[in-house]
Nanobody, 122 residues
Framework: QVQLVESGGGLVQPGGSLRLSCAASGSIFSIYAMGWYRQAPGKQRELVAAITKGGSTNYADSVKDRFTISRDNAKNTVDLQMNSLKPEDTAVYYC????????????????WGQGTQVTVSS
């Protein structure tokens, strides 16, 4: 079984910064992509940022130039550095991983963390 554990959420003032971290563990052959999604009250879950094993990144337009995603392939971790935070960034942030499992990594599945609350308010 694969488990994703997030940390780093909390309360921050507008304009402040937070760094979210996620660690994957369990039956993992390899991880193709890791990323962060968020869901605000009354809204759909949306992609915030994602990064592949090869280092390709994708950001939501709303966070471009403010957030930076990075990963450590050896440790199976992914971080999200969030700067210049806005009240609109308030949401539950979920870690996501596209994991290669099974014998010799022949199966590919999506896994999710439990979520961590980020609140941006004065």
């Amino acid at each position: 079984q694969v488990q994703l554990v997030e940390s780093g959420g909390g309360l921050v003032q507008p304009g402040g910064s937070l760094r979210l971290s996620c660690a994957a563990s369990g039956s993992i052959f390899s991880i193709y992509a890791m990323g962060w999604y968020r869901q605000a009250p009354g809204k759909q879950r949306e992609l915030v940022a994602a990064i592949t094993k090869g280092g390709s990144t994708n950001y939501a337009d709303s966070v471009k130039d403010r957030f930076t995603i990075s990963r450590d392939n050896a440790k199976n971790t992914v971080d999200l550095q969030m700067n210049s935070l806005k009240p609109e960034d308030t949401a539950v942030y979920y870690c996501h991983a596209e994991v290669l499992t099974g014998v010799a990594g022949r199966q590919r599945y999506d896994y999710w963390g439990q979520g961590t609350q980020v609140t941006v308010s004065s």
